[in-house]
């Protein structure tokens, strides 16, 4: 398979959004079309969550050129890499409707030349990625421009070769997606099982008294049971690769080949995505954007506590998580037979989510492995 030399601009409907005036922006908890923003363009998935902002219903129909579609290619054009990954997703049923906003490229096939989802894959090949490094500039917000993501040329098979492509790789995008979906099964098991214990405090074995707390049990605050410790430096220039994964308040952003912290870990966002909080299972490396718990603290009750509470900002010029604040956050500490009970129970969900983890992993590592061949024309089907 080679193709024709074309550039993605020939060959693709490619549009950046809407300025829309963020002083009229929707929380993700009102009625509203979700926004789609650079922050919630993240490596192969737009992410919601709290932070996600909507737009006015009776807005929606006024706006049809910014409307989304499934499998829409979305590209941030600011502070495009991150942890040497592209922030390059594409729209999924589950993000449905929603609008395009500025400084947020879409990228669609124009019909009988490039079908979107192969352009998907091209988009995810190391060469694009280069593509974009070259072309991004600023210091202060590294930033690219639409005409410059256009000129990026590859070879285009005809539609045809392109349909037997994309059905062998999504494949492997089927079985990634159940994984997660799985995964994501067994984490909200674990969670409504911590919120039947330790919320609605119907834990096996626990006997309430006259205070409404089971006998055992005491209030205190979170900086009684957990040590939030500041994570460290670690530029791109310095890492050198590896198997330890790299923490930021976004989650994993990179790889390194020595640890911070030796063993399971508990990472806690300090500044940027503030009071985000990830579980490592393994050694890891938590940079300065964020707090970790290590140690015999390292615990699922700790983590689904910390998960739990109401981190908000409290430093207005710097907007992050103040560790005197989260420290006096008010929780409860279980009895040592509740804790351990949970561990138990848990502990065999938790390692189902492990496993499932590395199976992803490695369906991962075999689908990039092969996508840039497949798209160089080195691996024929």
Not at 89 to 117: C, F, H, M, Y
Not at 226 to 236: A, C, H, R
Not at 248 to 263: F, R
Request: a negative charge; aromatic letters at 10%.
């Amino acid at each position: 398979m080679m193709g024709q030399l074309v550039r993605l601009g020939d060959v693709a409907d490619m549009m950046s959004g809407f300025a829309f005036k963020s002083q009229e922006f929707l929380d993700n908890s009102e009625d509203g079309i979700y926004l789609v923003r650079g922050d919630n363009v993240q490596q192969g998935f737009i992410r919601w969550g709290e932070k996600a902002k909507k737009w006015r219903n009776d807005a929606y129909d006024d706006l049809v050129r910014y409307h989304l579609q499934k499998d829409d290619v979305i590209l941030a054009m600011d502070r495009p890499i991150v942890g040497g990954g592209l922030k390059l997703a594409w729209i999924r049923d589950e993000d449905l409707p929603s609008l395009l906003v500025q400084r947020v490229t879409r990228i669609r096939g124009i019909s009988e030349k490039a079908k979107t989802n192969y352009l998907r894959y091209v988009l995810s090949t190391p060469s694009f990625l280069a593509h974009i490094d070259r072309i991004t500039t600023g210091a202060n917000i590294p930033h690219i421009s639409g005409k410059d993501i256009a000129s990026f040329e590859f070879r285009l098979p005809n539609i045809d070769e392109q349909d037997r492509i994309v059905d062998f790789i999504v494949r492997y995008d089927h079985l990634i997606e159940t994984n997660q979906r799985r995964i994501a099964l067994l984490e909200e098991a674990v969670r409504m099982l911590y919120r039947e214990w330790f919320v609605n405090l119907r834990c096996p074995g626990a006997e309430v008294k006259g205070s409404g707390l089971p006998i055992g049990w005491a209030s205190c605050n979170l900086g009684d049971l957990v040590t939030l410790n500041y994570g460290k430096s670690l530029k791109d220039s310095v890492r050198i690769a590896g198997d330890i994964p790299v923490y930021g308040s976004s989650g994993i952003v990179g790889a390194n080949n020595h640890a911070l912290v030796n063993g399971s870990a508990i990472i806690v966002g300090r500044k940027g995505n503030v009071g985000s909080v990830y579980y490592s299972a393994t050694s890891c490396f938590p940079i300065d954007t964020v707090y970790y718990v290590d140690g015999a603290q390292a615990t699922y009750y700790n983590y689904l506590l910390l998960e739990s509470q109401p981190f908000v900002s409290s430093d207005t010029a710097v907007p992050g998580l103040n560790r005197t604040y989260a420290y006096s956050l008010p929780v409860l500490r279980p009895s040592d037979e509740a804790l351990e009970l949970f561990e138990q129970t848990v502990t065999p969900l938790f390692d189902q989510v492990k496993n499932l983890g590395r199976q992803e992993v490695g369906l991962q590592a075999a689908r990039n492995a092969l996508l840039p061949k497949i798209m160089s024309g080195e691996f024929t089907l």
